[in-house]
């Protein structure tokens, strides 16, 4: 037990990118908490400026080696918007589908070998190979499966390249679609046995409400396309997200602090699931229920178990997706939209898999951007991670400094935090013992 | 150190087709984005027209994907091995203890550090002779170009590549 209490993480491992957080304690009485993030900013809004219509997208893609496909689609959604292109229905379809496929690369990711560790109790996935191999190895197929998924429809696994705007520059094939579906209903073996190891692990008791936002969709459990939507009861227009969403300057980060309705909001699965749980299909409702997730929730740790339910929600969705395609047959006419570069603003917005992503683009009359502005999810949690820190280390100030730092990281970690985006890793303090 | 030797893998007798070169880093954070450039630059040579080249981005643990199945992978990347700026040095992942004992680091990837992967490749018993060929980077602030001392490293890393492969 502590009553003074100094800590310093620096860096908090398993997330990605750089960042610290600084804690002291007096009296049991929190004195300064601070999430700082020490890397300069990502100047990526500035390096559009001049680009022409084709450029943002695969410039953005490259802002995060995680979340390209959504950067790629904000983006491309931004200029569409912008420029008034009408991508065909194929068009987007296929996007939802490589879409759903980002966001089992990055929630597997996350959830084995970044979050993981600490629900087993070892410092790593490394030795998380050594004890639980059978975990890692679920892990690691999954990911290809959806690497497989991303490379069939995108062209490449990492950064794929056929999604531009106006559509896909080449479709796949028939038989590609096929063996997609093929590798999918491979997976469900895998699922299984995940949520079976998901059940034994001890998520910490801890809640504290929060207004949550994301995108949200009248028929799909949104991830490419919808609304803005928040628990507090407000729903707009994507193009309209200035009215609610507001950045901020800080001093301890370069990467800007948001708030909408209150001080703070979190944005990611959890926020999803909140906010759209009745689009979820009724199988990943079924892995919801088992594992003891339901909406509203408001414990941030559960943030990783929702993580999971979406995979099963993407696996299934994307078979749906598949069967709608081939319905309606794979057109090449269909493949690219019309384009008239001109002048125009766009806003692309879609949920990356750490929440709600945000492109803001104005071109001028020879179709090239003019002014450019990124909101990324990481940066819209640092408030909402700050209040959670708050809330937590009451709680537990009576265990040793190590649990108490233990605690931290992982409710960092819990938010899947992307600092990369926004600038680089994190490092965790406890000043003062 | 004893993982870091020159040029001693021709020996090795594997074909062009079992062989992966891989550039990891941002193209977008100047000299970080040497191994996308070096990529770039072998995807335009004939020699290497029947070698599988990927631009691995900044993603580590899809390493381990590259990793299986392939009979010997170079990886290209910006690395601070103790060198002077422009240093380019090649390493043989020979001995992966020894490998992490050593002050190395990966500057360009985002979620499992380079050293991490390469502990997972040896828990998973997945073995595979990988060279890192690293340059230190002069320059990692945002930006679409490699710095001058950076950029004329370019022709002696794809020598030290091509030595690599030819059998």
Redesign the interface.
């Known amino acids: 037990m502590v009553n003074n209490l100094n800590i310093e993480v620096s860096p908090v491992s398993r997330v ?2 750089h960042g610290d957080l600084i804690l002291d304690v007096k009296n049991k009485k929190i004195e300064k908490l601070i999430f700082k993030i020490p890397e ?1 900013p ?3 809004e ?2 559009l400026v001049g680009r022409k219509y084709d450029e943002p997208s695969h ?1 953005t893609s ?5 979340c ?1 496909v959504a950067h790629t689609c904000a983006s491309i959604k931004a200029t569409e918007k912008a420029l008034d292109i009408k991508p065909s229905k194929q068009t987007i379809n296929l996007r939802k589908l490589i879409y759903h496929h980002e966001n089992v690369q990055s929630n597997v ?1 996350h959830v084995y ?2 979050a993981a560790p600490d629900f087993f109790g070892v410092g ?4 998380l ?2 004890t639980h ?1 059978e975990v ?1 190895n679920i892990a ?1 197929r999954t ?2 499966m959806a ?1 497989d998924m991303v490379r069939i429809i995108g062209g ?4 794929p390249i056929r999604t531009v705007v106006g559509g896909f520059t080449k479709l796949p094939t028939e038989e590609e679609m096929i063996k997609m579906k093929e590798i999918l209903k491979s997976c469900y073996p895998d699922l299984e046995e995940s949520l079976e190891v998901l059940k034994t692990l001890d998520i910490p008791d801890f809640k504290r409400e929060t207004e949550y936002i994301s995108i949200s969709d009248t028929i799909d459990y949104a991830l490419y396309d919808g609304k803005i939507k928040s628990t507090d009861g407000w729903e707009i227009d994507d193009q309209n997200y200035l009215d609610k969403i507001n950045e901020k300057v800080v001093q301890h980060s370069t990467a800007k602090h948001c708030w909408a309705s209150r001080d703070a909001f979190m944005v990611g699965a959890l926020a999803r699931f909140n906010n759209n749980y009745d689009k979820l299909t009724d199988n990943a409702k079924k892995y919801a229920e088992e594992l003891g997730l339901k909406a509203p929730c408001y414990n941030t740790f559960m943030n990783n178990i929702a993580q999971f339910v979406e995979i099963v929600h993407n696996v299934d969705d994307s078979i749906r997706l598949i069967d709608e395609i081939m319905e309606e047959g794979l057109d090449e006419d269909k493949a690219m939209a019309e384009i008239k570069p001109g002048a125009g603003r766009g806003v692309g917005v879609v949920e990356a898999p750490r929440g709600l992503l945000i492109h803001d683009y104005t071109y001028n009359d020879k179709g090239r951007v003019e002014k450019a502005n990124l909101i990324i999810p990481t940066g819209m949690n640092y408030a909402n991670i700050e209040k959670d820190m708050h809330a937590l280390i009451p709680t537990i100030i009576d265990k040793s400094e190590d649990e108490i730092k233990l605690a931290c990281e992982m409710l960092i970690r819990a938010y899947d935090p ?1 600092i ?1 985006c926004s600038t680089h890793l994190l490092n965790v303090k406890l000043v003062n013992k | 150190m004893a993982f870091i030797s020159k040029n001693d893998s021709n020996k090795s007798g594997y074909t062009k087709k079992d062989v992966r070169i891989i550039g990891f880093g941002n193209k977008y954070r100047s000299d970080d984005g040497i191994g996308i450039r070096i990529v770039e630059e072998l995807e335009k040579l004939d020699f290497f027209k029947n070698i599988e080249i990927i631009d691995g981005g900044t993603s580590g643990i899809d390493l381990i994907f590259l990793i299986k199945g392939c009979g010997k992978l170079i990886i290209i990347d910006a690395i601070d091995a103790g060198q002077d700026v422009g240093g380019v040095v090649n390493i043989k992942v020979d001995d992966v203890e020894e490998f992490i004992k050593s002050d190395f680091k990966s500057l360009s990837l985002h979620d499992l550090n380079l050293v991490d992967v390469l502990k997972l490749v040896k828990a998973l018993k997945i073995d595979t002779e990988i060279s890192i060929i690293g340059v230190r980077p002069k320059n990692i602030d945002f930006g679409d170009r490699l710095s001058p001392e950076i950029e004329k490293k370019v022709p002696q890393i794809i020598s030290i590549i091509k030595e690599e492969i030819i059998i």
């Open positions: 990605e990118g300069s990502r100047f990526f500035a390096m410039i490259r802002i995060c080696g995680i390209s990711l070998f970044l790593s996935v490394v030795p190979a050594e191999p890692v690691l990911k290809k690497n490449r696994a990492i950064h992307c990369s």
